[in-house]
């Protein structure tokens, strides 16, 4: 296609050098495009630093105060329960109320959340019970805002951007999660806890003054009686759509079967002879995958069958997960981890850009509520199911078990739902 700016068309030895790395590298036409959805992706990229950092700082103040893991473990479970029971219904308040003014309260008191952690932290106010009930409280303050905030996206841009909108919202989450708690623990390290909370709190300045300059953003409605959204409509529409159920369900087959976050520390010293070290390293390599998806998700957008690279992403990441497993040389075995990151990646972009396209606008929130039940859930039942199969076998057993599992599984969906790889981007029916 030829290619444009605001001059005119670009032709000749220019255009014709730009073209092959558009292709490749992550395509930014949804910043350049659409002014809110950039102010809102940049304040979400801010905040995403900002949480991370919070998460790291939460956790070490918790082992500091109590010496035990298990304390620290709590963290992530009074996050869990509230992701999950006000996920389905921040689903649907998304779609009964302005999403914007729901972004922006929901913001506003994740913000005032972490002022309150600095102010404790300042104060020497050194209270388990405190930390946990801010952290439930901010996994609220998400649950209301993440349904809100993406069901905005396809008001702000038109339905061939949804991918390479999607990519850079993966690159935003991942970049995140590993560029934040290594800021929270040198910020840590130098000035301590509340510091660490109280960049966190400013950081949400930017999703604010995002939302903020967001028009009205009301769902739109379908003719008749007007009533609240309800949670068992929303799951009612979701059953009787085929091809979103299967965004979940693929989802499901590589959180739940081949997750093998739980075993690393296992793998770490049984396969490698590591330490703590290499815990990180495995850790850490699906990240860098999922981020270079993201960087080089160029070639995504042209893309129409969406369904069949679902299913081919959630095979790739369970067959590197599975040869993972058969490894015994740490690079080797990262660089598998890696590549299951990647599609990962892929997979969540197509999955999110189904559910943005073919459902509509008064079922988004509520759909979106789903995912973010399926997302927070999934990996946590998969870390249970991993260490119970390693404790019944060996880690090798259930990580290579798992991968295989995984793409088993997805092959059955396949054919069970043959529709579902026929789906078509240009005509998206749910």
């Not at 997960?321 to 040389?329: D, E, H, K, P, S």
Request: with cysteine; proline share 5%.
């Amino acid at each position: 296609m030829t290619q444009t700016t605001s001059h005119g068309p670009r032709s000749g030895r220019d255009g014709d050098a730009t073209l092959p790395r558009r292709r490749i590298f992550a395509d930014l036409t949804p910043l350049r495009t659409s002014p809110h959805y950039r102010r809102l992706w940049f304040g979400n990229t801010i905040s995403w630093v900002g949480q991370a950092m919070t998460a790291l700082a939460v956790s070490l103040q918790v082992y500091d105060i109590t010496r035990s893991s298990f304390s620290v473990g709590l963290v992530g479970l009074c996050s869990l329960v509230p992701l999950v029971v006000f996920g389905l219904y921040g689903g649907a308040i998304a779609d009964t109320v302005d999403r914007r003014k729901l972004g922006l309260a929901s913001s506003a008191g994740a913000a005032v959340l972490s002022v309150g952690l600095a102010a404790a932290a300042l104060a020497d106010f050194h209270r388990v019970w405190f930390l946990y009930t801010v952290v439930a409280l901010q996994a609220v303050c998400g649950a209301l805002n993440s349904p809100a905030r993406t069901s905005m996206i396809p008001k702000l841009l038109p339905p061939e951007q949804l991918p390479a909108a999607n990519a850079l919202s993966s690159m935003t989450t991942t970049s995140g999660m590993m560029i934040g708690p290594m800021l929270g623990g040198l910020i840590v390290g130098l000035w301590g806890y509340q510091a660490a909370y109280l960049i966190d709190a400013v950081a949400f300045s930017a999703a604010l003054y995002a939302m903020w300059r967001l028009p009205s953003m009301r769902p739109e409605r379908a003719q008749g009686p007007k009533r609240r959204a309800s949670v068992i409509d929303g799951l009612r529409f979701l059953a009787t759509r085929p091809n979103l159920r299967m965004t979940f369900f693929s989802d499901m087959c590589a959180m739940v079967l081949a997750h093998p976050r739980a075993l690393f520390p296992a793998v770490a010293v049984l396969w490698y002879g590591g330490d703590a070290r290499t815990v990180g390293l495995l850790v850490a390599a699906p990240a860098v995958g999922a981020l270079l998806g993201g960087v080089f998700s160029g070639r995504l957008g042209r893309i129409r069958r969406h369904g069949l690279a679902i299913l081919l992403s959630v095979a790739a990441w369970g067959t590197a997960i599975a040869v993972f497993g058969l490894t015994r040389n740490l690079w080797l075995g990262l660089f598998f981890l890696a590549l299951a990151g990647c599609a990962d990646t892929i997979s969540m972009v197509f999955r999110s850009t189904m559910l943005q396209a073919a459902t509509p606008d008064e079922m988004r929130g509520r759909l979106q509520g789903v995912f973010i039940v399926v997302v927070a859930g999934g990996p946590r039942l998969g870390d249970f199911l991993a260490g119970a199969a390693a404790d019944l076998t060996s880690p090798g057993v259930a990580v290579t078990g798992g991968g295989l599992a995984c793409v088993v599984a997805v092959g059955l969906l396949a054919l069970r739902w043959r529709g579902f790889a026929r789906y078509d981007a240009r005509v998206p029916k749910p």
